[in-house]
C-alpha cells in the first residue's frame, strides 16, 4: 500500500460559464446543475439513442443526473409551471468527468430568458491523469498501435518498448503488474501475472478502433475504484446508436518502411497485417442498439540468426550448415526427430479479438449493457539464447480469453440510483514447443556455440486455467449538496497452474559425436511420484476470494468540491498449502499457511474553482483550479505469486539430476523417447495425445481438469 499526496494549479481557456468537477470515475458520465425554480423537471436526451433521464430539482434547485452514457450530444430541457421551457442542445459528456450547467427559466409572461451551459472542455478531476476522445487518440501516432502509446501521453508514465508483450507501462514508477486496465468498467488485467504488458493477451486486450474514450489516472481519489497502487487506465468502448455506422480498416508494415542502419545495412525482412472492421445501428430503434467489431493481426518477425557461414544477420560463431545438416540427420535417423531449421527461419505470430456489445433501454428508469469478448493469440519465442537455436526449440504461447459482462441502470426515484453488474472472466493457456514436446530439449557443445534441439525444458508440461467470476453493487443517493455513494464488490478466482520444468527432460552432450553416440555428460528431468501421466498432483488448484466495500460522500460547497470516503478490501485463499515436511523441519515453521489480510483506506480529495476569488480582477487570468487529495491505496497481487506456495509444496515430484555419464540409466539411443529413463512396463505407451486445430492444442489424457 502507498499513500499519495498530489496537488496542481491548472489554467484554461474559459468557455462560456461551465465549470467542471472532479471525476467520476466510471464508464459513464454525470450531468449536475443548478435552477432558479424548486421542483423544476430537468431531461437529458442522449439523442443517437434516444435515452433519456428525467429528474426534479430539489428545494433549493439543484439537481444531480448520473450514469450518463459518455458522448452525445444530449439535449437538455428545464421546465417547470408557470415558466418557459428551456433546452440546450451540443452538450457533450466525457468519461471521468461531471458537467455543471445553470439555467434559469422566466415567467411565460416575459419574452427575455436566459441560459447559460456549454459542454464541458479539457480534463479537470479531483486527482491527476489523462483524458482522451476519439478524436484525440486518432490524432496520436502509434507504430505498434498499442495501448502503452495513449498511456504515455500522460508525462507521469513511462514505457519500456519492446515488442508486443514486453511492452511495460509505469506509473510513477511503480511495478507494471499493479496497474489496473479496464474496459466498460471491467477488468482486464493479465490474470495470472506473468506478461509484462500487465494483461492476459500477447498484444492490446481489445482493438484499437473499438475504443471511444479512455482515460489514465494516477491518483483517483474516488474509493469506488481499486487496485490503483499503480495508474488506473479505463477504456469505454463505442456503442450503437439509432444510425447505422461502420469502419473497414487495413495496416500493413514491413521492412520497406525501416530506414537502414548506421552502416548502410538494410533491416532484416519481416511482415505486420491488421485488418477488421466495425458495424453499429439500432436493432430496435429507441429501444436496443448493437456495436460489433473484429481485428486479425498477422506478423512474420524478422529471420535473425543462423550458421556462420549463413546469410542471417546475427551469426554463429563456430557452426557450419554443414554441421547443422549432421546434426539433423544424426536426430531424424538415430532418434527419429525432426528438429525444424536453423537458418533465416520467421515463425508467425497472430492476434484475433471479436467484441459484441448490446445496450438496450429497458425502460425510462432502466437500461442494461452486455458485451461479450474474445481474444486468441500466437506468440512464439525461443528460450535459449544464442543463435543455434533449432526452431522445433521455439515454443508458442497460445492464450485464448472469455469474457461476457452483464450491467443494469437503474433509478429507483430522483435520488436513489443504482448500478448492478456481473462478469465472468476465463483464460486457457497450453504452452508448448513447435514441435515434438517430448523429446528432452539436448544441447550439444559445438567450439563457441551451443546447439538447442528438441522441447523446451520448460514446456512439456506448462497448462494455465483461470476462471474468474465479478459481482458488483453500487448505488447513489442525491442529497443536494451531498451526494453519497456506496457498494460492494465480490470476486472468486480459481486457479488451475500446471508447470513441470524439465517433464521432457534435459540432456547435453559435449559434442556432436557424443551426441550421435548418445553419451551425454548432464541430464535432468523432473516427473511426479504418482506416475508420469498424473501431472494434476503436481499442479498449483487454488482459489482467490476477494470483498471490497466502499462507502463516499460528495459536498459541494460553492466553488468548491470535497471528496470523503472509505474503502475496505479483503482478500483470502480458503484452501492451504500441502504441508512440506522437509521444509518444516528445515526452517522450523510450516510453509501451509493460507493468505488473508485485509485494508481499510481512507481517501479525500477536493477540487477548487479558484478563477473568481484568487483572479477575479485579472482579465487575462481565463481559469485556474486548485485540486488534490490524499489516500491510501491497495493495489492487485498478481496471482502467479500465490501460486509459488501451492506448485509442489508437498515434494510430491522427483527432480533428478545427474552429472557425467551413468550406465544405471538406460541409453539415451533407447526408442522411448517420452519418457527413456523411466523403466515401467508401459514406459513406451503416449501418455499424451495431439488433437489438429489452429492450435494443435495439447491435452493431457485425463482431461478432467483441463475441460
Known amino acids: 500500500m502507498s499513500s499519495k499526496i498530489y496537488t496542481s494549479v491548472l489554467t484554461a481557456l474559459l468557455l462560456f460559464s461551465t465549470s467542471s468537477v472532479f471525476a467520476e470515475v466510471e464508464t459513464t458520465s454525470s450531468l449536475r446543475g443548478v435552477v ?21 430539482a430539489n428545494a433549493d434547485g439543484a439537481f444531480y443526473l448520473s450514469d450518463l452514457q459518455i458522448g452525445g450530444p444530449y439535449d437538455i430541457s428545464v421546465s417547470a409551471p408557470g415558466y418557459k421551457s428551456e433546452s440546450l442542445g451540443g452538450v457533450y459528456l466525457v468519461l471521468d468527468k461531471t458537467t455543471e450547467i445553470a439555467v434559469t427559466l422566466v415567467s411565460s409572461d416575459i419574452e427575455e430568458i436566459t441560459v447559460t451551459a456549454t459542454a464541458s ?4 478531476r479531483m486527482g491527476t491523469g489523462t483524458f482522451l476522445d476519439r478524436d484525440a487518440i486518432d490524432g496520436i501516432p502509434t507504430v505498434n498501435r498499442s495501448i502503452a502509446d495513449l498511456a504515455k501521453m500522460d508525462p507521469r508514465v513511462s514505457i519500456n518498448t519492446g515488442s508486443s508483450r514486453y511492452s511495460e507501462i509505469s506509473v510513477m514508477g511503480a511495478n507494471n503488474r499493479f496497474n489496473d486496465f479496464t474496459i466498460d468498467g471491467v477488468s482486464f488485467n493479465d490474470p495470472f501475472g506473468l506478461n509484462a504488458n500487465g494483461f492476459g493477451s500477447m498484444r492490446n486486450p481489445i482493438g484499437m478502433e473499438f475504443i471511444d474514450q479512455i482515460s489514465v489516472d494516477i491518483t483517483p481519489f474516488d474509493v469506488s475504484r481499486g487496485n490503483t497502487t499503480g495508474g488506473s487506465i479505463a477504456s469505454v468502448t463505442k456503442s450503437g446508436s439509432n444510425d447505422f455506422h461502420g469502419s473497414v480498416f487495413f495496416i500493413q508494415r514491413d521492412e520497406d518502411d525501416i530506414g537502414e542502419g548506421p552502416d548502410g545495412e538494410e533491416f532484416p525482412e519481416f511482415s505486420e497485417e491488421t485488418k477488421g472492421f466495425t458495424f453499429s445501428g439500432p436493432i430496435i430503434k429507441d429501444k436496443l442498439f448493437f456495436f460489433v467489431g473484429y481485428e486479425d493481426f498477422e506478423a512474420a518477425s524478422p529471420a535473425l540468426y543462423g550458421t556462420v557461414d549463413s546469410n542471417a544477420p546475427v551469426k554463429a560463431d563456430t557452426l557450419t550448415t554443414a554441421m547443422a545438416d549432421q546434426i539433423k540427420s544424426i536426430a531424424m535417423s538415430r532418434y527419429n526427430y525432426d528438429p525444424g531449421v536453423i537458418s533465416s527461419f520467421a515463425l508467425p505470430e497472430t492476434s484475433e479479438k471479436i ?11 432502466h437500461r442494461a449493457v452486455f458485451m461479450l469478448t474474445q481474444d486468441e493469440d500466437l506468440y512464439p519465442r525461443k528460450y535459449n539464447r544464442g543463435q543455434t537455436v533449432f526452431s522445433n ?15 443494469i441502470y ?19 493457456e497450453d504452452d508448448h514447443s513447435v514441435g515434438d514436446p517430448y523429446f528432452p530439449e539436448s544441447a550439444i557443445s559445438v567450439g563457441g556455440d551451443t546447439v538447442y534441439l528438441g522441447g523446451d525444458r520448460y514446456r512439456g508440461a506448462n497448462y494455465i486455467n483461470i476462471k474468474s467470476d465479478y459481482i458488483s453493487f ?3 443517493y442525491d442529497l443536494g449538496n451531498h451526494v453519497i455513494t456506496g457498494g460492494i464488490d465480490l470476486e472468486d478466482t480459481s486457479i488451475y497452474n500446471l508447470f513441470i520444468a524439465r517433464y521432457n527432460g534435459e540432456v547435453r552432450f559435449d559434442s556432436i559425436a557424443d551426441f550421435e553416440a548418445g553419451t551425454y555428460n548432464y541430464v535432468r528431468f523432473h516427473v511426479p511420484q504418482t506416475g508420469i501421466s498424473d501431472v494434476d498432483s503436481v499442479a498449483a488448484m487454488f482459489d482467490i476470494e476477494k470483498t471490497s466495500i466502499f462507502i463516499q460522500d460528495k459536498i459541494y460547497i460553492g ?3 470535497l471528496s470523503v470516503g472509505l474503502r475496505y478490501d479483503a482478500v483470502e485463499t480458503p484452501d492451504k498449502p500441502m504441508l512440506n515436511p522437509k521444509f518444516l523441519d528445515t526452517y522450523g515453521y510450516a510453509n501451509n499457511e493460507a493468505f488473508d489480510y485485509d485494508s481499510i483506506q481512507p481517501r479525500f480529495g477536493f477540487n477548487w474553482d479558484a478563477t473568481e476569488t484568487l483572479f477575479g480582477d485579472r482579465d487575462r487570468i481565463a481559469s485556474a483550479t486548485l485540486r488534490g487529495g490524499y489516500g491510501l491505496f491497495s493495489g492487485r497481487i498478481p496471482p502467479v505469486w500465490y501460486s509459488n506456495a501451492y506448485t509442489r509444496s508437498g515434494g510430491l515430484s522427483d527432480y533428478v539430476k545427474v552429472y557425467g555419464w551413468d550406465d544405471t540409466l538406460p541409453s539415451w539411443r533407447s526408442h522411448c523417447k517420452e ?13 499424451f495425445i495431439f488433437l489438429d486445430g489452429p492450435r494443435k492444442q495439447l491435452l493431457h489424457s485425463n482431461k478432467r481438469l483441463l475441460q
Not at 467484441?355 to 428508469?365: H, V, W
Open 393 to 407: 526449440n521455439w515454443y508458442l504461447k497460445p492464450p485464448e480469453i472469455d469474457r461476457v459482462s452483464f450491467k
Open 559 to 561: 466553488d468548491a468540491v
Open 36 to 56: 432558479n425554480v424548486a421542483g423544476a423537471v430537468v431531461s437529458a436526451t442522449h439523442t443517437p439513442t434516444g435515452t433519456s433521464k428525467t429528474r426534479s
Open 121 to 124: 472542455q479539457g480534463s479537470i
Open 410 to 428: 437503474s433509478d429507483w426515484s430522483d435520488q436513489l440510483s443504482t448500478k448492478i453488474g456481473y462478469s465472468s472472466y476465463e483464460l486457457k
Open 675 to 687: 519418457k527413456w529413463w523411466n523403466r515401467r512396463p508401459n514406459a513406451c505407451g503416449r501418455s
Open 474 to 476: 453500487k448505488a447513489t
Open 355 to 365: 467484441m459484441l456489445k448490446l445496450n438496450a433501454n429497458l425502460t425510462d428508469d
